[in-house]
């Protein structure tokens, strides 16, 4: 890193379970899972019911009417969670120059719900029912370029489509921005609508989700025996990060420090993860090594945890395989029973979890657990969270293709 330290001093979200950080944060800590009967399109002749949807979101407490009619419902709420954020940082946008502010938004399909009505649209009446508008309200960019414009940033606005763990990658991309002294202050994190009837469908086909349709907060529970599925959901989350002598200069509360960012693909298959876990250990061994963490001084991991088959046995494996007998003592939970599985967001709203987990001193439950897989050898947190302190937090997140990351975060102290 350069030696410059990097502290996250602002926090923005909105997600089904709550609308501002602290809605979100007692919704996880209390295990309050989020789940119930998709509203938005039939789903009649699917095996899945269910989804996570955002209730009483309103785009124009965030923007005008006549723009926020031509946006994505993704690119709303990622200028919502955006200048949250950007709001709890108390950074004056006329404090800093414009070009010194970088924007990292990650996601995986933005624009798929504009998208997708403009082709039913093309379908039933031609050429006549397309909106000019949709050109640019339909391109996975659009919700970088969207908040740079809102907020006057001139520096990077860049997008990252790295599926589920593009979160944690558009995090891991503005630290390094910061301590290459491209910027001194980061907006990243990640937004995403996917609850659309042509995209969840698809999920439904692969027979990713809960079918658990006569209690659907209880549906989703990671690292059960009795799993059978995710919940789709929606939202978007931001982190200010900021090089630490410029926060410090001006007074900044800060939540956390940004300790390390590690990436990796384990080559092996589209959808399903390598058996041994091998992306998911080199992930947080390169996390590791970058920020010269100790095994020994990881209190709690926030793992993906999408309660499929395959995926939460793989996790649990290769963190046993990292970090040995020491995993004995680290905290493992999976918080989207409460958020909802956000595909390209989920990974910065578990970011957030993590940064709040840290300043509260608690350490989430993972809802639903009943049963856990003696597959799983992990020290699984459920029933209750645990109050104590929190040094150091591993954020681990996987997605299509192999991909695997982690973000590392740590107590501040100066």
């Known amino acids: ?226 799993r059978d599925g995710f919940i789709l959901g929606e939202g978007a989350a931001f982190l200010v990060l900021e090089e630490l002598s410029h926060a410090l200069a001006r007074g900044a509360r800060i939540y956390c420090e940004m300790v390390s960012h590690g990436q990796a693909c384990d080559a092996h298959h589209m959808v399903a993860l390598h058996p041994g876990g091998r992306g998911t250990v080199q992930a947080i061994e390169r996390a590791l090594l970058a920020g010269e963490v100790p095994l020994d001084s990881i209190d709690w991991i926030n793992a993906h945890g999408s309660a499929t088959e395959s995926n939460d046995v793989v996790e649990a494996v290769a963190i046993r395989s990292v970090f040995g007998h020491a995993a004995d003592r680290i905290a493992v939970s999976g918080t989207k029973p409460v958020t909802g599985h956000l595909v390209g967001a989920t990974a910065a709203v578990e970011a957030l979890i993590c940064a709040l987990s840290i300043q509260n001193e608690c350490i989430p439950p993972t809802a639903n657990l009943e049963y856990p897989d003696p597959g799983c050898p992990v020290d699984l947190v459920r029933g209750s969270a645990r109050e104590r302190p929190v040094r150091n937090v591993v954020n681990l997140n996987s997605g299509f293709g192999g991909k695997a990351s982690a973000l590392i975060f740590r107590k501040f102290k100066l």
């Open 1 to 226: 890193m350069n030696g410059k330290r990097i502290v996250v001093t602002g926090l923005g979200v909105v997600a089904p379970c709550g609308m501002n950080p602290n809605e979100v944060w007692n919704a996880v800590a209390n295990g309050r899972a989020t789940a119930g009967p998709v509203t938005r399109f039939d789903t009649t002749a699917m095996p899945c019911h269910l989804a996570a949807e955002i209730k009483g979101f309103r785009a124009t407490e965030w923007m005008e009417r006549k723009r926020a009619s031509k946006l994505d419902r993704a690119v709303q709420y990622c200028i919502a969670a955006g200048k949250q954020a950007f709001r709890d940082c108390g950074l004056s946008a006329d404090a800093i120059s414009p070009d010194r502010i970088a924007i990292f938004e990650g996601t995986s399909v933005t624009g798929i719900e504009n998208t997708l009505r403009q082709h039913a649209g093309y379908v039933a009446e031609g050429i006549k029912a397309i909106r000019p508008t949709a050109l640019v309200s339909s391109f996975c960019g659009g919700g970088s370029s969207e908040l740079a414009i809102e907020l006057g940033i001139q520096g990077q606005a860049t997008s990252i489509c790295t599926a589920c763990s593009a979160g944690n990658d558009a995090i891991g991309y503005g630290m390094r921005t910061i301590s290459e002294d491209m910027a001194d202050v980061v907006l990243a994190g990640a937004s995403e609508a996917p609850i659309v009837d042509g995209y969840y469908s698809i999920f439904a086909k692969l027979r990713l989700m809960s079918k658990r349709t006569e209690s659907p907060v209880r549906a989703m529970r990671p690292f059960d025996r009795d």
